[in-house]
């Protein structure tokens, strides 16, 4: 079995944290095997891709200690580069990714979910950024992303103090979407994917674009952003099906992504 697993299940794709005897903690290995997956995933057809990780006791544990303790400081720069290239490359994909947070989601594994486009999570779930605890900072963007989130000043206090939020109080954050019994956790985030997976490929590309790229600008500077993305929907058969289907007031033709 290999680090990651990789599915398809009509367009959408579930990719899995494989080191459940580690808890799916994250080390070069792995780090290294997603960003190759992520690169083939870029170019693949599916138009979902959920995330999750083996097991029901944790999604990502974090980054793996055992590695990283004797790493030189030209090892360890590597290493969180390594690391926020492959977050960054999630983050880029074409099509929106599902997090589906199955326990633990600590310090490298709460900066994958945050990777990610949307959190959903079980109820057994725990959130945190432990790193300042083992005398780092978190190496993969979660400070950032975080902050993005749920507000600068409660991401800080999560980095600072290293306290850990269970499912409900990351929810009430709106740090995840939805919170679910872990048996019925992957049900429930193809159900959201096969629903993002039935609107226009275009369309939701264009959107995730446009939100990806609005992060941090003030709103005089965001407006306008969708513009030529909007305009370059109308050049596909997608966009003249649809419209024309609710012209004429009957169901679309399944979106094509063309």
Not at 136 to 161: D, H, M, N, S, W
Not at 209 to 218: H, L
């Amino acid at each position: 079995m290999g680090l990651l697993l990789y599915e398809e299940i009509g367009h959408v794709g579930i990719l899995t944290v494989n080191r459940p005897e580690a808890l799916n903690a994250l080390n070069s290995a792995v780090i290294d095997e997603l960003s190759a997956k992520i690169d083939a995933i870029a170019l693949s057809k599916i138009r979902c891709l959920i995330v999750t990780g083996s097991g029901e006791r944790s999604f990502v544990a974090g980054a793996d200690i055992s590695e990283m303790k004797d790493m030189t400081r030209e090892e360890a720069e590597n290493f969180s580069a390594a690391g926020n290239a492959a977050m960054e490359k999630i983050e880029r994909l074409p099509m929106p990714v599902i997090a589906a947070v199955n326990g633990f989601a600590l310090g490298g594994g709460l900066e994958l979910a945050l990777a990610c486009d949307i959190i959903i999570s079980s109820e057994n779930a725990v959130f945190g950024l432990p790193e300042v605890g083992l005398g780092i900072p978190p190496g993969y963007g979660g400070v950032q992303r975080l902050a993005r989130i749920i507000g600068i000043a409660k991401a800080k206090e999560l980095a600072f103090t290293t306290d850990r939020i269970k499912a409900p109080e990351a929810l009430a954050l709106g740090l995840v979407s939805a919170v679910y019994p872990i048996e019925e956790l992957m049900d429930a985030a193809m159900r959201m994917a096969e629903k993002i997976s039935a609107n226009s490929p275009m369309g939701v590309w264009a959107a995730k674009v446009v939100a990806n790229s609005s992060v941090g600008m003030p709103l005089t500077k965001a407006a306008g952003l969708e513009t030529p993305l909007f305009g370059e929907c109308f050049g596909t058969t997608d966009q003249k099906q649809a419209m024309t289907a609710f012209v004429e007031k009957r169901k679309p033709e399944p979106f094509a992504g063309k």
